[in-house]
């Protein structure tokens, strides 16, 4: 049994397969029907994370307005005092920024290790280097996380009024 699909052929040959299509035909059509089988279960997991990143930016955005929401009456307060909007709107950004920078850093590392540790279970003979297309992940992410946050700033203005502090 040195041919790798060897192991293949009965079972091809018990469905009739190798007397209809020849032994080679037979392996090339079996060979993409588990390929298909593969690919379909990595198609549905690249699904399931882009449903995910997409509910968390979703989360994240949420959050940002939540917090802006309970932080009404201090924003007032700092526009009220004479604060820029640009300077509340800055930290607004950085609040976000700031706490996901290091994580997003440690996340893409450790995906890239995890990545490559796989890489080389699953071809041991083949050199493998980073992959570099995956590196720009977690650069991808945090620029999603930001434009998420991004998407509050419109609701800094509204409420971030003086007269806000007559009201709450």
């Known amino acids: 049994m040195t041919d790798k699909g060897e192991h293949t052929v009965p079972l091809l040959e018990g469905r009739g397969l190798v007397k209809a299509y020849g032994r080679t035909e037979a392996l090339r059509g079996a060979t993409v029907a588990l390929m298909a089988y593969y690919t379909t279960g990595v198609d549905l997991t690249a699904v399931a994370v882009l449903v ?43 609040e976000t920024a700031l706490p996901l920078a290091p994580a997003g850093a440690v996340a893409g590392a450790g995906g890239t290790a995890i990545g490559l540790w796989y890489a080389s279970l699953a071809a041991p003979d083949a050199a493998t280097g980073p992959p570099y297309t995956a590196l720009l992940v977690p650069v991808a992410v945090y620029t999603a996380c930001l434009l998420a946050a991004a998407a509050s700033l419109p609701l800094l203005r509204r409420s971030a009024r003086p007269a806000e502090l007559r009201y709450t």
């Open 52 to 94: 995910a990143l997409a509910l968390v930016l979703t989360a994240l955005a949420v959050g940002t307005v939540e917090s802006l929401a309970t932080r009404r009456r201090g924003l007032a307060a700092q526009v009220a005092a004479g604060v820029p909007y640009r300077v509340l709107a800055r930290a607004l950004l950085l």
